[in-house]
């Protein structure tokens, strides 16, 4: 393991050994706030951090990671450390090389040697240590094989191929008990962050960092600087004794906030409106279902996750949350797949097929990757089992071999045409249609479904440019499954409960059928 400073040694020499430029423009010793120093306490091999904005931790892990490269082992003369860090854009990549220059610029001499191989590559020769600090993506020469300190700083907004290739590329290259650490504010559900976040089974070490941690957070009565905030100029009354809301009372029972953390939080969630959960976050739960950016209402998506639950039966890629019940109509929406995973275009895409009943309650999801005829198979099992249900299937692309399969090998009679075509054709118009009607029914929280998935990709679908879809990196094949089952509702054909009645159902889901 490189690096020999312990934790407390670090936190004693920062603020003798490194100088930043603060907020007002003044050079201050780094001095650690609350948690700034509670990470550098808490932090394992792999960490990950969910925080809030401008807390400083990108220059703590700089600092740290200085501290590491140029303070050597007294054993040996040499500290052998090679750290990298790795922004989200140019612009945090130019301010974190400045705020190299100046901790560098004013230690107390002797200073160790600075090598300057490039702009973003700072050596110590004599040291044997190297500083890399560059942009997420761009082409990194000079490392070696070994890194021993890495900090990805604003991860989820990486793109989804970055984030994957640089995560992975580093763990192979941190040795065991050297260190990575990856941190962001939150950027709603989905991509490589929030999974990892949310995977019981991740290997990095979590840390939530709430705004009411930070020291500078609050703003007293006698605050001088209330004089000069506009929003206390439109507000004066906020400048005194503070009347809390219920939901103040709630944050100050939940978190023990005080009054002057309550002015400070009014202050900013009128300066940032909806963003506030998302930016300044109070629980690791709330910051991502607030920042979504849905195109569906975040109170009706909040008060239907209430009822997500473990369905009743799961087995084979099927999941039931209600059986079958007598005299019931169902409709299928069928999103079909690629089913070559290799295909760089739809990697990881799901084939989906959606479960509604006419009163509008989501019941099942079979969601898997398989072939065409494959998928055209269990759609039609599936079918059969809810009381010959009415299938949706997309027709494009690959669904248009699943809708074939649907009509000419399975023989299925109760399928949605377009004209004399077999399935659901997808264009601008009729996308956004089926946008229209998920909208409606979804707003106006008539759907019931008890499916955290469905509500994960409800969160993040939207409207980008002319388009609707997910956030890059995330899937949207149970919303267009959902949304095609609904369009299915006000046109299921006479006699579709009669499949069951007039043949034996099948044994069991998946069962293969007898030649």
């Given at each position: 393991?490189?690096?020999?400073?312990?934790?407390?040694?670090?936190?004693?020499?920062?603020?003798?050994?490194?100088?930043?430029?603060?907020?007002?423009?003044?050079?201050?010793?780094?001095?650690?706030?609350?948690?700034?120093?509670?990470?550098?306490?808490?932090?394992?091999?792999?960490?990950?951090?969910?925080?809030?904005?401008?807390?400083?931790?990108?220059?703590?892990?700089?600092?740290?990671?200085?501290?590491?490269?140029?303070?050597?082992?007294?054993?040996?003369?040499?500290?052998?450390?090679?750290?990298?860090?790795?922004?989200?854009?140019?612009?945090?990549?130019?301010?974190?090389?400045?705020?190299?220059?100046?901790?560098?610029?004013?230690?107390?001499?002797?200073?160790?040697?600075?090598?300057?191989?490039?702009?973003?590559?700072?050596?110590?020769?004599?040291?044997?240590?190297?500083?890399?600090?560059?942009?997420?993506?761009?082409?990194?020469?000079?490392?070696?094989?070994?890194?021993?300190?890495?900090?990805?700083?604003?991860?989820?907004?990486?793109?989804?191929?970055?984030?994957?290739?640089?995560?992975?590329?580093?763990?192979?290259?941190?040795?065991?008990?050297?260190?990575?650490?990856?941190?962001?504010?939150?950027?709603?559900?989905?991509?490589?962050?929030?999974?990892?976040?949310?995977?019981?089974?991740?290997?990095?070490?979590?840390?939530?960092?709430?705004?009411?941690?930070?020291?500078?957070?609050?703003?007293?009565?006698?605050?001088?600087?209330?004089?000069?905030?506009?929003?206390?100029?439109?507000?004066?009354?906020?400048?005194?004794?503070?009347?809390?809301?219920?939901?103040?009372?709630?944050?100050?029972?939940?978190?023990?906030?005080?009054?002057?953390?309550?002015?400070?939080?009014?202050?900013?969630?009128?300066?940032?409106?909806?963003?506030?959960?998302?930016?300044?976050?109070?629980?690791?739960?709330?910051?991502?279902?607030?920042?979504?950016?849905?195109?569906?209402?975040?109170?009706?998506?909040?008060?239907?996750?209430?009822?997500?639950?473990?369905?009743?039966?799961?087995?084979?890629?099927?999941?039931?949350?209600?059986?079958?019940?007598?005299?019931?109509?169902y409709i299928i929406g069928v999103d079909s797949a690629d089913p070559d995973p290799a295909n760089p275009k739809t990697e990881g895409d799901?084939?989906?097929?959606?479960?509604?009943?006419?009163?509008?309650?989501?019941?099942?999801?079979?969601?898997?990757?398989?072939?065409?005829?494959?998928?055209?198979?269990?759609?039609?099992?599936?079918?059969?089992?809810?009381?010959?249900?009415?299938?949706?299937?997309?027709?494009?692309?690959?669904?248009?071999?699943?809708?074939?399969?649907?009509?000419?090998?399975?023989?299925?009679?109760?399928?949605?045409?377009?004209?004399?075509?077999?399935?659901?054709?997808?264009?601008?118009?009729?996308?956004?249609?089926?946008?229209?009607?998920?909208?409606?029914?979804?707003?106006?929280?008539?759907?019931?479904?008890?499916?955290?998935?469905?509500?994960?990709?409800?969160?993040?679908?939207?409207?980008?440019?002319?388009?609707?879809?997910?956030?890059?990196?995330?899937?949207?094949?149970?919303?267009?499954?959902?949304?095609?089952?609904?369009?299915?509702?006000?046109?299921?054909?006479?006699?579709?409960?009669?499949?069951?009645?007039?043949?034996?159902?099948?044994?069991?889901?998946?069962?293969?059928?007898?030649?």
């Amino acid at each position: 393991m490189a690096g020999w400073l312990t934790t407390e040694q670090k936190l004693l020499l920062m603020p003798k050994l490194l100088k930043i430029v603060n907020k007002a423009g003044d050079l201050i010793p780094l001095r650690p706030n609350y948690c700034q120093q509670y990470t550098l306490e808490n932090e394992g091999d792999k960490t990950q951090i969910l925080k809030y904005r401008q807390g400083g931790l990108s220059t703590i892990k700089l600092g740290d990671q200085f501290l590491d490269c140029i303070v050597p082992n007294p054993k040996t003369g040499r500290s052998n450390i090679t750290a990298v860090i790795f922004s989200y854009d140019n612009e945090s990549t130019q301010r974190l090389l400045g705020k190299v220059e100046t901790m560098y610029e004013n230690l107390p001499d002797p200073k160790p040697y600075m090598g300057r191989d490039n702009t973003n590559l700072k050596t110590f020769p004599e040291l044997g240590s190297r500083l890399y600090i560059g942009t997420a993506g761009a082409r990194v020469a000079g490392l070696g094989d070994t890194v021993n300190r890495a900090h990805l700083s604003e991860f989820a907004y990486w793109s989804p191929t970055n984030a994957r290739r640089i995560k992975e590329g580093l763990e192979q290259a941190v040795p065991m008990g050297d260190k990575i650490t990856i941190e962001n504010t939150a950027n709603g559900e989905g991509g490589e962050f929030y999974d990892m976040w949310h995977d019981p089974n991740c290997p990095y070490k979590k840390i939530f960092l709430p705004w009411y941690w930070h020291e500078e957070y609050s703003l007293g009565r006698d605050d001088p600087r209330l004089e000069n905030l506009q929003y206390f100029t439109m507000r004066p009354e906020d400048k005194g004794e503070l009347e809390f809301s219920q939901e103040e009372i709630e944050l100050v029972s939940a978190f023990a906030l005080t009054e002057d953390q309550i002015r400070w939080r009014r202050m900013k969630v009128a300066e940032t409106k909806e963003m506030f959960p998302q930016w300044y976050p109070e629980d690791p739960v709330t910051c991502f279902v607030a920042s979504g950016g849905s195109i569906f209402s975040a109170d009706v998506l909040k008060h239907m996750a209430r009822f997500t639950c473990e369905p009743l039966k799961a087995e084979d890629g099927l999941k039931r949350w209600e059986l079958p019940m007598f005299g019931e109509k169902y409709i299928i929406g069928v999103d079909s797949a690629d089913p070559d995973p290799a295909n760089p275009k739809t990697e990881g895409d799901f084939c989906v097929a959606v479960v509604v009943s006419s009163r509008f309650r989501h019941v099942a999801t079979l969601r898997g990757q398989w072939p065409p005829v494959e998928f055209a198979y269990r759609v039609a099992r599936l079918a059969e089992m809810y009381n010959g249900a009415y299938i949706v299937p997309e027709r494009n692309s690959i669904g248009t071999a699943v809708c074939v399969a649907l009509e000419e090998v399975e023989r299925y009679p109760y399928i949605y045409k377009t004209g004399e075509r077999t399935g659901w054709i997808s264009n601008k118009a009729t996308k956004r249609q089926l946008v229209g009607v998920l909208e409606d029914i979804i707003n106006s929280s008539v759907l019931y479904t008890r499916d955290n998935e469905l509500l994960s990709e409800l969160r993040i679908f939207r409207k980008i440019g002319n388009k609707f879809m997910a956030k890059e990196g995330s899937h949207d094949d149970l919303v267009i499954a959902l949304g095609l089952s609904l369009l299915g509702i006000d046109e299921i054909p006479r006699g579709s409960m009669s499949v069951v009645g007039k043949k034996k159902a099948s044994t069991g889901y998946g069962s293969r059928r007898k030649a």
